[in-house]
């Protein structure tokens, strides 16, 4: 399985951004995908998670109301919508496969995501 990140950028606070990861894989629904981010100095922390088939989702407290996470099975991809960025949303983001998820599970734990792709870097400034 392979994970390719993309979509992100320098943008002004209040700006939007949409992370794309475009999985490869032939059984796109057998992974719960997430997307992580970590600031330097700060340890790896998820930002929001998707179950398989899209029946649950999960969205960090931090960024709850402002980002939203979705996947499309016809193009492999999961997104992660970004709305009113604020300074501390700077960070190197990556999205993660967890090969082992139930139907309807989302993980918040790194060790539980096996794949991951390289990150996509954030950063929103005043």
């Known amino acids: 399985v392979q994970l390719q990140a993309s979509g992100g950028g320098s943008v002004q606070a209040g700006a939007s951004l949409r992370l794309s990861c475009v999985v490869s894989a032939l059984m796109f629904d057998k992974y719960a995908i997430g997307w992580f981010r970590q600031a330097p100095g700060k340890e790896r922390e998820i930002v929001a998670g998707?179950?398989?088939?899209?029946?649950?989702?999960y969205v960090g407290d931090s960024v709850n109301g402002r980002f939203t996470i979705s996947r499309d099975k016809n193009k492999n991809t999961v997104y992660l919508q970004m709305n009113n960025l604020k300074l501390e949303d700077t960070a190197l983001y990556y999205c993660?496969?967890?090969?082992?998820?139930?139907?309807?599970?989302?993980?918040?734990?790194?060790?539980?995501?096996?794949?991951w792709g390289q990150g996509t870097q954030v950063t929103v400034s005043s």
């Open positions: 998707i179950s398989r088939g899209a029946v649950r989702t």
């Open positions: 993660a496969a967890d090969s082992n998820a139930r139907w309807a599970a989302v993980s918040t734990a790194v060790r539980q995501y096996d794949f």
